[in-house]
C-alpha cells in the first residue's frame, strides 16, 4: 500500500499590476500560479481598485500559507503603490511584528520580479548606478522583522524587450518552484530568522475615545 503524500504547504501569491494589460510577464506568471493546487491568489488592484484593504480577510489568507509570494513589476526601485499600502495595513505590530506579533514567524518570503532595465543598467556604470541586490533591503528587513525567511529572489530583467523563449522559460521556473516548494536545495543553506523584538515603547499609543 502506498503511503499518502504529506500535503504541500500553502502558498499565497500576492500579484500587484496597476495594468494588466500592458502586463508581458507578470500577467502569464499569474495565470501559471491559477492552475497550481495548493496555491491561493490575489490580484490586488482587481480586488482593492478603491485601495480600501480588507486587513482581517488578508491577515486569514497570510495565516493559512506558509509562502507569501510577492509578485509585481518594480516601479521606482521599490513596490507598486497598492502592495506597500498592503504591508502598510496588514502587516500590523501586534500581529506581525512586536513582541506579541508572531503570526509570520518561521514563514517564507519570496520576491518574484520584473524590471524594465537590462540586468546590465543595474550595475556601477549603468543608468541605474547599483546592482539590483542594493533595492533588496527593504524586503529583507520587512521579513527579518516579522520573523520570516527571506528566499532568493526571482527576477527578469528588461521584460518588455525579453526574447519570447526567455519569458517562457522564466514562466516554467516559476511554475516549478511553486509546485515543488520547500524542497528548494538551497534553502537548507538558509538558517532560520533570528527573532527581532520590537519594544512597545518604539510605537505609538492608540488613543482612547474622547483624546486628540
Known amino acids: 500500500m502506498d503511503e499518502p503524500q504529506t500535503p504541500r504547504p500553502g502558498i499565497y501569491v500576492l500579484a500587484a499590476h496597476p495594468n494588466w494589460r500592458e502586463s508581458r510577464v507578470n500577467r502569464q506568471l499569474f495565470d501559471e500560479a491559477r492552475t497550481l493546487p495548493g496555491v491561493?491568489?490575489?490580484?490586488?488592484y482587481g480586488r482593492y481598485p478603491?485601495?480600501?484593504?480588507?486587513?482581517?480577510?488578508?491577515?486569514?489568507?497570510?495565516?493559512?500559507?506558509?509562502?507569501?509570494?510577492?509578485?509585481?513589476?518594480?516601479?521606482?526601485?521599490?513596490?507598486?503603490?497598492?502592495?506597500?499600502?498592503?504591508?502598510?495595513?496588514?502587516?500590523?505590530?501586534?500581529?506581525?511584528y512586536g513582541r506579541a506579533g508572531t503570526a509570520l514567524h518561521g514563514k517564507d518570503l519570496w520576491l518574484v520580479a520584473t524590471t524594465g532595465g537590462p540586468e546590465g543598467s543595474y550595475h556601477p556604470q549603468g543608468y541605474n548606478r547599483y546592482f539590483f541586490d542594493a533595492f533588496l533591503p527593504p524586503y529583507e528587513q520587512t521579513a527579518a522583522l516579522c520573523g520570516m525567511r527571506f528566499l532568493p529572489p526571482l527576477v527578469l530583467y528588461g521584460a518588455h524587450r525579453a526574447r519570447e523563449a526567455d519569458v517562457q522559460a522564466h514562466a516554467e521556473?516559476?511554475?516549478?518552484?511553486?509546485?515543488?516548494?520547500?524542497?528548494?536545495?538551497?534553502?537548507?543553506?538558509?538558517?532560520?530568522?533570528?527573532?527581532?523584538?520590537?519594544?512597545?515603547?518604539?510605537?505609538?499609543?492608540?488613543?482612547?475615545?474622547g483624546e486628540p
Open 40 to 44: 491561493h491568489l490575489q490580484d490586488l
Open 50 to 96: 478603491d485601495y480600501d484593504i480588507d486587513v482581517a480577510a488578508e491577515q486569514a489568507n497570510v495565516d493559512g500559507a506558509q509562502l507569501l509570494v510577492l509578485l509585481h513589476p518594480i516601479q521606482w526601485y521599490s513596490m507598486p503603490a497598492l502592495m506597500k499600502l498592503w504591508l502598510d495595513e496588514v502587516l500590523r505590530y501586534g500581529w506581525a
Open 173 to 209: 521556473i516559476f511554475r516549478a518552484r511553486l509546485q515543488t516548494y520547500p524542497d528548494w536545495p538551497e534553502l537548507e543553506d538558509l538558517g532560520a530568522c533570528p527573532i527581532i523584538d520590537v519594544p512597545a515603547t518604539d510605537r505609538p499609543v492608540p488613543a482612547t475615545a
